[in-house]
C-alpha cells in the first residue's frame, strides 16, 4: 500500500475534468426540444400550474439536464476513484459485466461497482448487480478456488449507517473514499482540486443555456401556444398520442437543436 498525494489528484484531475465540461456541453448543444418534450411528464408541468412558455421550457430543460449531468459527473468520478485506487493498492479497472473495478488487499480480492449517490436503483437493478458480482467471482475462482473475495457496492457520496448487505457491502462517501484510498479525510481533500476552472467552464456552459432557452422558447410558442396561452391539448397529443408519427411531423420539421 502507497499513500496517495493530493497533488496526483490534482493533476488527474486538471487533465481530465476538461472531459466533463465537454460532455456536459455538448449534451446541451445535442439537444432537440422534441426530444425531451416526449420524455417527461407532461401532466406535472400542469398541475404546477406553468403559465408561460419561458417557464415550462426552463423547468423541462433543467430537469433534463440535472439527471443527465448527474450520470456524466458520476462517469468522472468513477475514473478519479480507479485512479487513486490504482496509485494506492494497484487497482485496475474491472473486464467483468458490472464491475468497475478490481483490486487487493490484506489477502482480499475486492470486486466493486461504482455508482453516484446511495439511491441509484431499484430493486431489479439491485438484483442485477448482485448477479454480476456473482459471476465475477465465478470466473475469478477459476485459477484460484480458495480465493476469498468480497463484493462492493461503492457510492461517492452520502452514507449507509448499515453497510454489510449479506451479499456485498455498500460504502458511501467518507466510507467509499477512505476504501480505495486508505485516507479517511480524501472525501475531503477532493473537493478543491475538482473546482479546476469551474468558474470559466461555467460561464461558456451559461451562454450556450441562455441560446438553448432562447431558441426553444421560440419554437415551443409557435408549436404549443394558442393566442399567448400554452396548448395543453396538443401538447399532450404530442407526448403521449398513439398517433406519434403525426404529431412527431409537426415538431420534427425544423426542429431546433
Not at 468513477?78 to 473495478?101: H, M, P, Q, T, W
Not at 478543491?192 to 468558474?199: D, F, S
Not at 399567448?228 to 407526448?239: E, R
Amino acid at each position: 500500500m502507497k499513500s496517495i498525494e493530493i497533488s496526483d489528484v490534482k493533476t488527474y484531475v486538471e487533465s481530465n475534468i476538461g472531459s466533463f465540461h465537454l460532455k456536459r456541453l455538448q449534451n446541451l448543444e445535442n439537444l432537440k426540444l422534441s426530444h425531451i418534450l416526449e420524455r417527461k411528464n407532461p401532466y406535472l408541468f400542469k398541475a404546477k400550474n406553468i403559465l408561460t412558455a419561458h417557464d415550462f421550457v426552463k423547468t423541462l430543460l433543467d430537469a433534463h439536464l440535472s439527471s443527465q449531468e448527474e450520470t456524466i459527473f458520476g462517469d468522472f468520478l468513477e475514473g478519479l476513484a480507479i485512479f487513486i485506487n490504482e496509485k494506492v493498492y494497484y487497482g485496475r479497472k474491472s473486464s467483468a459485466e458490472g464491475v468497475d473495478l478490481e483490486f487487493a488487499k490484506d489477502d482480499i480480492r475486492y470486486i466493486v461497482a461504482i455508482k453516484s449517490g446511495p439511491h441509484w436503483g431499484n430493486s431489479r437493478q439491485i438484483s442485477k448487480m448482485k448477479d454480476d458480482f456473482k459471476k465475477a467471482k465465478r470466473v475469478l475462482r477459476t485459477s484460484n478456488s480458495n480465493l476469498q473475495i468480497v463484493a462492493v457496492n461503492g457510492c461517492c457520496y452520502g452514507r449507509d449507517n448499515k453497510p454489510d448487505k449479506g451479499d456485498y457491502f455498500k460504502y458511501c462517501g467518507q466510507k467509499f473514499w477512505e476504501f480505495v484510498s486508505g485516507n479517511e479525510n480524501l472525501y475531503i481533500e477532493i473537493i478543491e482540486p475538482l473546482g479546476h476552472k469551474a468558474k470559466e467552464k461555467n460561464e461558456e456552459f451559461i451562454e450556450a443555456y441562455s441560446q438553448i432557452i432562447n431558441k426553444f422558447t421560440l419554437e415551443f410558442s409557435q408549436k404549443f401556444c394558442v393566442e399567448g396561452k400554452i396548448d395543453w391539448n396538443s401538447l399532450i397529443k404530442f407526448n403521449s398520442s398513439a398517433s406519434k408519427l403525426k404529431h412527431t411531423d409537426r415538431v420534427g420539421k425544423g426542429g431546433t437543436k
